[in-house]
């Protein structure tokens, strides 16, 4: 994402909004790159079951809804071993997205994300 930032609400509370906008060609079908966003609700967080879900309220992605959960499950034992990230989602597309391009959209930012996460690990150990 190139911006997001808090529009309403408490930051990391459910019921907090929130402006996201990235550029990126989503339909990888030309190469026409277009900026998207949307304003996103956060509608759970668990800190002990270790996962957040939020919903897409309006946006120009191309989801008529959209609802996702993001859970973290432990490597073994306990979270010190590693933890592997669980993503889920509902979703209506406007028309004209094929099932393909809403699979790899979607792919391609959660590898993203779990790239980022890495990183950030990475420089705390």
């Given amino acids: 994402m190139e911006t997001c930032y808090g ?3 408490l930051s990391g509370q459910p019921g907090c909004v929130r402006y996201c906008t990235t550029t990126k060609n989503f339909f990888m079908r030309s190469e026409e790159t277009v900026t998207k966003w949307g304003l996103e609700k ?3 967080i668990d800190s002990v079951a270790w996962s957040y879900s939020f919903e897409i309220l309006d946006n120009y992605i191309g989801f008529n809804s959209f ?8 490597f073994g034992d306990s979270y010190s071993e590693g933890c592997e990230m669980e993503c889920s989602f509902v979703v209506d597309p406007v028309e004209g ?7 790899v959209s979607y792919d391609s930012g959660i590898h993203g994300m ?10 705390v150990n």
């Fill in 67 to 74: 609802v996702a959960t993001t859970k973290f499950l432990p």
């Fill in 42 to 44: 956060l509608l759970t």
């Fill in 97 to 103: 997205w094929r099932l393909e391009d809403l699979v």
């Fill in 7 to 9: 529009v309403k609400g």
């Fill in 114 to 123: 779990a790239k980022r996460i890495e990183k950030v690990i990475s420089t």
